[in-house]
């Protein structure tokens, strides 16, 4: 009989589920994307959250009502797992890594993309 970690094995559980939730947001944006595109007052809404007085979440709100729901929590840990990986992936990560002086900001890589459009 082989023992189990049920700890480790819930922590490779949550892991995956981490790196699947990544995944959708990314594949959720990718498709809003696509939408905006090619509907000119969905794409004016979501231009228009840069002015708002809570951009990221009407941002969320907007996505959501079309069909790709997603929350600002959702949006800020693609971005900081994003991050957080191109701090592993450089010298093993830890203090060996070099000063990366931004986070990767998912609204506003969004907006960059959706502005090629206009």
Not at 40 to 62: A, M, Q
Not at 65 to 89: C, L
């Amino acid at each position: 009989m082989v023992p189990t970690d049920r700890a480790g094995l819930r922590s490779n559980r949550a892991n995956t589920q981490e790196e699947d939730m990544a995944m959708e947001i990314t594949e959720k944006l990718d498709e809003l994307l696509a939408k905006a595109s090619a509907d000119h007052v969905l794409r004016d809404k979501l231009l228009g959250t840069r002015n708002s007085e809570n951009p990221l979440s009407d941002f969320c709100k907007i996505a959501t009502d079309n069909g790709f729901p997603m929350s600002v929590m959702d949006m800020v840990n693609q971005g900081e797992e994003f991050y957080a990986e191109i701090k592993r992936s450089t010298n093993g990560g830890g203090e060996n890594s070099p000063d990366l002086d931004f986070q990767n900001d998912e609204y506003s890589i969004f907006m960059m993309r959706l502005e090629g459009f206009e």
